[in-house]
């Protein structure tokens, strides 16, 4: 019998902070602590009003979470907002918490992004195998460039490399970056999704369409609403937006004399607006292996998505949703009648979504995960240290 392991997993973004990445390393650290792992999340500290209700906190009863020092504001690039850990004792932090807890394994996710993904590969202690997931899409950087050599020396001090889908490697090579990656997806959890009970508030004779995404510039909610203005009867569609972020209140203005709930950031009550859905619109105009889509279709709902690269590794157009043109409101527009008109040709839809969806169960997707963590260990068994053999960036 393998004995348990000591994981530590490192994400800047996490809860109260929402997002792919927060559920992606919440479930995760689920999974390996449900195995029998003592898993240890480390993040930061986020000062902003916390949507985790008691309830929802305890979803992180079976791991432990360590914060070091606080988020900075949002900053944003690539359309999309982000925090940095920033702190006068963060590195002392780091080192000391490697010092007592021992892990075996560091697993950082966003490896190659301030603060504290860089800081554990300095901290890390010469034993412990540290490995990366790259989970972002982003265009071409003049900084990655500029910055080129010294974080290639970040990446080569790890000593194994997931990536969620190609495009999140291919994000690296754009910049001159290299590593060689296995792929493992985005997991999702198709049970919660398919707990949820309607509201009755909600269903009403509206036709309800759910979107779930950060309220900023990579997301083209305007779009969605400008195709509700395209159809013959606007009142009858309600569009519930879940999520918060710099565009709201702009968003907010263009809905006027729209049927639009705007009902902010969401954890626990997101499998019954879910339930209480039709239809489920992905917004991203940019995106990797987008976990948001996934949740839509673990639902049980025909989706809709922009025509990217990461929305077609998940859906077929017109199997389990209908693919539409980056900016075109028509054709949402044309998709959307096409839904309402036709029931049997949405629980058709539905159902394609919701068996697409199996393939990335949490259970499976983590037995994979946690095959690559022996994989690597069994690697650099009996060497003396993996930091000799990598070139630690802070020799």
């Given at each position: 019998m393998q004995r348990p392991l000591r994981i530590a997993l490192v994400s800047e973004p996490f809860y109260p902070d929402l997002g792919g990445m927060p559920e992606h390393v919440h479930n995760l650290a689920q999974q390996l602590a449900h195995a029998g792992h003592d898993v240890t999340v480390i993040t930061t500290e986020y000062a902003r009003a916390t949507p985790l209700s008691p309830p929802a906190a305890a979803l992180c009863a079976r791991y432990d979470v360590v914060r070091l020092g606080r988020a900075t504001s949002h900053i944003v690039s690539n359309g999309s907002q982000h925090h940095v850990a920033v702190g006068l004792r963060l590195r002392a932090q780091m080192g000391a918490l490697f010092a007592q807890r021992d892990f075996d394994l560091i697993h950082l996710h966003g490896p190659i992004f301030p603060t504290l993904a860089l800081l554990a590969i300095h901290c890390a202690p010469p034993r412990a195998v540290l490995l990366g997931t790259l989970h972002t899409h982003f265009a071409d950087s003049r900084l990655l460039r500029l910055l080129r050599r010294p974080i290639q020396r970040y990446v080569d001090a790890l000593d194994g490399v997931i990536a969620v889908s190609e495009s999140a490697v291919r994000s690296l090579e754009r910049v001159g970056l290299h590593c060689h990656a296995t792929r493992i997806e985005n997991g999702i959890d198709p049970e919660y999704w398919q707990s949820g009970r309607p509201i009755a508030a909600l269903r009403d004779?509206?036709?309800?369409?759910?979107?779930?995404?950060?309220?900023?510039?990579?997301?083209?909610?305007?779009?969605?609403?400008?195709?509700?203005?395209?159809?013959?009867?606007?009142?009858?569609?309600?569009?519930?937006?879940?999520?918060?972020?710099?565009?709201?209140?702009?968003?907010?203005?263009?809905?006027?004399?729209?049927?639009?709930?705007?009902?902010?950031?969401?954890?626990?009550?997101?499998?019954?607006?879910?339930?209480?859905?039709?239809?489920?619109?992905?917004?991203?105009?940019?995106?990797?292996?987008?976990?948001?889509?996934?949740?839509?279709?673990?639902?049980?709902?025909?989706?809709?998505?922009?025509?990217?690269?990461?929305?077609?590794?998940?859906?077929?157009?017109?199997?389990?949703?209908?693919?539409?043109?980056?900016?075109?409101?028509?054709?949402?527009?044309?998709?959307?009648?096409?839904?309402?008109?036709?029931?049997?040709?949405?629980?058709?839809?539905?159902?394609?979504?919701?068996?697409r969806a199996q393939d990335f169960a949490w259970p499976q997707i983590a037995q994979r995960v946690l095959a690559y963590y022996r994989e690597r260990l069994s690697e650099v068994e009996g060497r003396s240290t993996s930091r000799e053999r990598t070139g630690h960036p802070a020799g």
């Open positions: 004779h509206c036709f309800n369409v759910l979107v779930q995404a950060r309220l900023e510039p990579r997301n083209d909610v305007r779009t969605v609403l400008a195709a509700l203005r395209h159809l013959p009867d606007p009142a009858r569609v309600r569009l519930i937006v879940v999520g918060d972020g710099p565009d709201r209140e702009r968003l907010l203005r263009e809905a006027t004399g729209l049927n639009v709930a705007f009902v902010g950031p969401q954890l626990q009550a997101r499998a019954d607006l879910a339930a209480s859905s039709d239809a489920y619109f992905f917004t991203a105009t940019i995106a990797s292996h987008p976990m948001s889509l996934l949740e839509g279709m673990a639902a049980g709902l025909p989706v809709l998505a922009f025509d990217i690269e990461g929305a077609r590794e998940l859906i077929r157009d017109e199997i389990e949703g209908f693919v539409v043109g980056l900016g075109r409101a028509d054709q949402v527009a044309c998709r959307l009648a096409q839904l309402i008109a036709d029931p049997i040709r949405r629980s058709a839809l539905a159902q394609s979504a919701r068996t």
